[in-house]
């Protein structure tokens, strides 16, 4: 008999929120560079906005294949090849001499991305109690912050190192990759995956050290009857008995980007300018947004699991909601008298930060069956970066043709509808195991599809 563990879940868990770091640090990168790399690679705005999305794309082809390896070769070996990949990116970017060269190193790091986007959170969400699974996967979230955070403050260091400053900014990311990969070495793949492949002996150990040997039983069970009901296929993915998780997971990362949080942390220096307060300097931006970021991503880490995921995304969301309301009118009115704008930017991303970046991550790892789960997040999570994709190129466009005013005014919108969604269709999830869950959101809304 295996001995309950504390260290042993909060280990694995950690070790797999490196993806997050990596997403984290990989996605923001690129913007200490681009004054650099467009000089070296002699790029236009066409070009620019090319290479600079160039990450997205790999991105969505990496989350569209994350999902077999995932099932097949299991959470934990597929994570070691993002590992991989992002290392194989870092130091294939930082040594390029040609744009192309350059472009398919950023698209194999987006690719990355996009796995660990997607198994990071399934394998936390996969390995942690109930009463802790918020908690941990919120964990996740707060890797990606300060991997943003970690991104800014590199890239500020080492922009005075001459020439091939550029080069050691995607080089250093190369360190964190090594050691996410050794360091899955000594995690233990998911239970929930185990007792798929019927290695139901190894998931009842994993088990056992995360929950003791009663709990470990129970679960063992539990989980062989939900992987009983599904078979896995795309087909079941679509089917009516799923499309209302599906549609949940779907809006939740649509709207955790709609309503504009990464136009926000990005172009905060070009808004900034427009209200006359010209900040450019990379650490302020750091210290204030990014370390806003990380500080309410703790408030939700606290939270979550005891409030509930509801209350913090209605809270969250209301947060935000008032900033941009704010931002609207000091854009229409002109008025950016005092630290007005800069004020309203914070409380938003506070908001954002303790409710919908977390909860989102949380809500997609958990609300899909267990045999459907890798397809069906993998649906949402493409969702998440597409609606990324298209309100990053927007954006720009909209804050020069419409004014600052409107693009707020959109973002509002889209968080006073969200508000409505989340009160209207998001049912609770804290403290329900994933197999209670699957009972409660889909087959007890469908008993004749379920075999018991
Ligand atoms: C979102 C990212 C965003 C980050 C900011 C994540 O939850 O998915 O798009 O950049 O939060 O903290």
């Known amino acids: 008999m295996k001995k309950k563990n504390p260290y042993y879940l909060m280990l694995a868990a950690a070790v797999a929120a490196l993806g997050g770091l990596l997403f984290g640090f990989d996605t923001a990168v690129i913007s200490g560079t681009i004054p650099f790399i467009q000089l070296y690679f002699n790029l236009n705005d066409i070009s620019l906005g090319w290479t600079v999305s160039s990450l997205l794309a790999g991105c969505i082809l990496g989350v569209l294949s994350a999902g077999k390896p995932g099932d097949v070769f299991g959470r934990k070996k597929t994570l070691m090849i993002a590992g991989a990949l992002f290392f194989i990116s870092a130091i294939g970017s930082a040594l390029s001499t040609t744009h192309l060269v350059f472009i398919v190193f950023r698209v194999l790091g987006g690719f990355a991305v996009g796995i660990a986007s997607m198994l990071s959170p399934m394998y936390i969400s996969e390995i942690s109690p109930a009463s802790r699974r918020g908690q941990l996967v919120s964990l996740n979230q707060m890797a990606i912050v300060v991997g943003i955070l970690l991104a800014f403050f590199s890239n500020y260091w080492l922009s005075d190192t001459g020439e091939n400053n550029w080069r050691w900014m995607f080089a250093v990311m190369g360190m964190p990759a090594f050691l996410f990969l050794v360091a899955l070495l000594f995690v233990p793949e998911s239970p929930r995956w185990l007792v798929q492949k019927d290695r139901n002996a190894d998931a009842f150990h994993v088990l056992e050290r995360i929950n003791g040997e009663s709990i470990a039983k129970k679960e063992l069970t539990d989980i062989r009857d939900s992987i009983l009901s599904e078979k896995g296929t795309y087909k079941e993915v679509f089917s009516t008995r799923m499309r209302p ?51 309410f991503t703790l408030v939700a880490i606290a939270w979550v699991d005891k409030l509930g995921r509801k209350p913090l995304l209605i809270g969250g969301t209301i947060g935000m909601a008032i900033s941009l309301t704010a931002l609207t009118f000091a854009f229409y009115m002109q008025k950016f008298g005092g630290f007005i704008i800069l004020t309203f930017i914070l409380i938003y991303i506070a908001s954002f930060a303790a409710s919908l970046g977390p909860v989102t991550w949380v809500a997609i790892s958990e609300i899909f069956p267990n045999k459907l789960r890798s397809k069906a997040m993998s649906v949402a999570i493409v969702s998440l970066w597409l609606t990324n994709f298209i309100v990053i190129l927007t954006f720009p466009v909209i804050l020069n043709r419409l004014g600052g005013g409107s693009a707020f005014l959109i973002f509002d919108i889209m968080c006073i509808l969200l508000i409505l969604f989340v009160f209207l269709k998001v049912p609770e999830t804290k403290g329900k195991s994933l197999e209670e869950l699957e009972k409660i959101l889909i087959r007890s809304k469908h008993p004749a599809a379920d075999p018991e």
């Open 245 to 295: 998780v599906l549609w949940l997971g779907v809006l939740l990362a649509v709207f955790s980007q709609i309503t504009g949080i990464n136009s926000i942390m990005y172009y905060a220096p070009v808004i900034f300018q427009k209200t006359g307060i010209g900040t450019n300097s990379a650490l302020f931006q750091t210290v204030t947004i990014g370390g806003v970021n990380f500080l």
